[in-house]
């Protein structure tokens, strides 16, 4: 056991960090474990809590990650906790673990929405906040401006005048230095004056007596390839041991018995394994395969259960199904309906905020998450391992109150050109939604508040930045469930139809470039009911994109003109979800992603289309 436990559980500090996106959260972590010594000074390794790829290439924090770092006596574990709101269920479980949160705020951009969403959660578990406003170097910072922000947000959640009165750290995490006056930061070569506020200011956990019947409450869960499923949580009381018998308490009552085969802690980055562990230590337990998010390891023969995680419930889902195109298993390792299956069921026993519900006759699965980003995290993660699936466009989850139907709101911020705010009224107007406030934001910018659906944010983002000229940005939070705004048109434009199987040539797209827009080049390979573009009327297209020039034995006297193509519009996996329609699918691979129609057979669409127009009383009987 580490010096640190034999301390006690007061010189244990559980550190949350809440920040928006970019505003340098992974680069005061590295800083953090590098001067504390838990990783090199000269290490070349960077944003080391961002470890999975597509946190890397997406530039947010996806999943709740933890690292340990010693003090000068002092053991303070720093949670990770997502900023974007579709992560609202890793956020809820990182929370769960912490006594306190360190706010990390740019001293330009002030509190912005993500940061208002985390903060809400925060301050709702009553946790105390440490306040950081980070790059007071910058040459349009405004640190005293930001920090009367931070205070009207606080305001604004209705925080109490206790946890109104937060200290102050300015920071330049770049250069690892921080101070509690901007005067003094000019001095400040470390961050010393961090440490010491964190554990001024933030409680150590509350725990009983070592002698109290151990409760740990799983948060998250983890793999290992030795050692299998790791239960992750904070021991509310008492001590655990290796090789002790313990009862597992889980949903509605039922319990499970296992054996804990090891007990791990957080030391910098990486784990390891103790022989037994105290109160307020955050833990990893192995040698329970059973055990999922939520439930109470305790002590077999005193069994209390803690109260169950709960997170917000899940607005958006999608339909997942198997390949079932032409070009099925060319790229992929895992098929078919069981490897889709367990492969989600591994997912909703990890992830809390995410729901599955499998639909009958193999018609897939209906997955239901927070929003459309974190479907498309989930979907993207399952293609870089290596499956083959279709999804289908994101629908609302609707409930029934009364005998009404509700769906969920979100609210909206935008940070725009002045000159786009007609445009984008008028976009938010045909798409239901209301303002809340407007308000000028100086240097020809405006920022505007709105409610609106939550189906309506899919396919918002390419055409706020086509209207902002890519120099307008947006947040959503969560607002509430509120009555069916009625239906909304998700696009006004057609598709172009491949009519048939083979390879796309330069004659055949350049001859059909004024149908549309196309998403695929030449050489592509197609089939028939594949989405190869956007058509510029509202109608489908059939199209033959494989169609070549007729040779003849007549020479030309001169060189034919060459062919010069439009480039193609790229879509990427989360652009593909936001352009379909409710008929259309996304088909995901490893290598390709590709658009098509639900229904593959031409004249199965036609007697689709027909039916539709009927029922809607637009085609006589």
Not at 282 to 300: K, M, P, W
Request: charge should be negative; proline fraction near 5%; aromatic fraction near 4%.
């Amino acid at each position: 056991m580490s010096e640190i436990s034999r301390a006690g559980a007061g010189r244990l500090r559980n550190v949350g960090i809440v920040a928006h996106v970019d505003h340098g959260k992974t680069t005061l972590v590295d800083h953090l474990l590098r001067q504390s010594g838990a990783l090199a000074r000269k290490e070349a390794i960077d944003r080391v809590m961002d470890s999975m790829d597509q946190e890397r290439e997406r530039g947010i924090t996806i999943l709740a990650k933890a690292a340990a770092l010693e003090w000068e006596g002092h053991r303070i574990t720093l949670v990770d906790t997502p900023g974007h709101a579709d992560f609202g269920g890793e956020v809820e479980r990182a929370l769960n673990l912490v006594d306190g949160v360190l706010l990390l705020v740019d001293a330009a951009e002030g509190p912005l929405p993500q940061t208002r969403f985390v903060l809400q959660k925060s301050l709702k578990k009553n946790l105390p906040v440490v306040l950081v406003i980070n790059k007071v170097d910058r040459q349009d910072a405004r640190p005293e401006e930001v920090l009367d922000e931070v205070y009207a947000l606080f305001i604004d959640l209705d925080a109490a005048d206790s946890e109104i009165e937060f200290p102050v750290i300015y920071a330049i995490a770049r250069d690892g230095k921080a101070a509690r006056s901007l005067e003094e930061l000019k001095t400040a070569t470390d961050l010393k004056a961090l440490y010491e506020t964190l554990i001024e200011t933030l409680p150590p956990p509350e725990v009983g007596s070592e002698d109290d019947p151990p409760q740990l409450l799983v948060s998250n869960l983890d793999h290992d390839d030795y050692l299998g499923r790791l239960a992750i949580g904070r021991l509310h009381a008492g001590r655990l041991r290796t090789n002790q018998r313990v009862t597992v308490c889980q949903d509605e009552g039922q319990t499970i018995n296992g054996t804990i085969a090891t007990l791990g802690v957080y030391s910098g980055m990486a784990r390891r394994t103790v022989e037994q562990v105290s109160a307020g230590e955050i833990v990893l337990v192995s040698g329970i395969e059973e055990v999922t998010v939520g439930d109470t390891i305790c002590e077999a023969e005193k069994v209390r259960a803690l109260p169950r995680l709960t997170v917000d419930p899940p607005t958006l889902s999608m339909v997942f199904r198997v390949n079932d195109g032409p070009y099925a298993g060319k790229d992929g390792r895992y098929l078919t309906n069981r490897h889709l299956q367990a492969r989600l069921e591994k997912e909703d026993r990890r992830n809390v905020a995410i729901q599955i519900e499998k639909l009958p006759e193999m018609e897939g699965f209906k997955v239901s998450g927070r929003g459309e980003l974190q479907l498309a995290v989930l979907v993207e993660s399952m293609r870089r391992e290596g499956y083959e699936l279709t999804v289908s466009a994101p629908t609302p989850v609707l409930h029934k109150e009364n005998g009404q139907i509700l769906e969920p709101y979100e609210i909206l911020f935008f940070d725009l050109p002045t000159q786009a705010v007609g445009g984008i009224s008028t976009i938010l107007g045909e798409r239901k939604g209301r303002m809340l406030a407007m308000e000028d934001a100086g240097s020809g910018r405006t920022k505007m508040e709105w409610r609106i659906p939550t189906r309506a944010l899919v396919g918002l983002g390419p055409r706020f930045l086509t209207e902002t000229k890519g120099e307008g940005i947006f947040h959503t939070i969560f607002d509430t469930w509120d009555e069916w705004a009625g239906p909304l048109v998700r696009r006004s434009s057609g598709a172009l139809v491949s009519d048939r199987q083979g390879v796309s040539v330069p004659y055949g797209l350049f001859s059909l470039e004024d149908r549309g827009v196309f998403f695929i080049g030449s050489g592509v390979p197609v089939y028939d009911g594949m989405v190869v573009g956007e058509h510029n009327r509202n109608n489908d297209l059939n199209v033959n994109v494989c169609r070549t020039k007729k040779l003849t034995n007549i020479r030309a006297a001169g060189k034919d003109d060459a062919v010069l193509l439009t480039p193609p519009r790229q879509m990427s996996l989360e652009r593909a979800l936001e352009w379909i329609r409710d008929d259309e699918l996304v088909e995901v691979t490893p290598k390709v992603i590709r658009i098509r129609k639900r229904a593959l057979d031409a004249v199965t669409r036609h007697r689709e289309v027909r039916d539709r127009k009927r029922e809607a009383g637009e085609l006589d009987r």
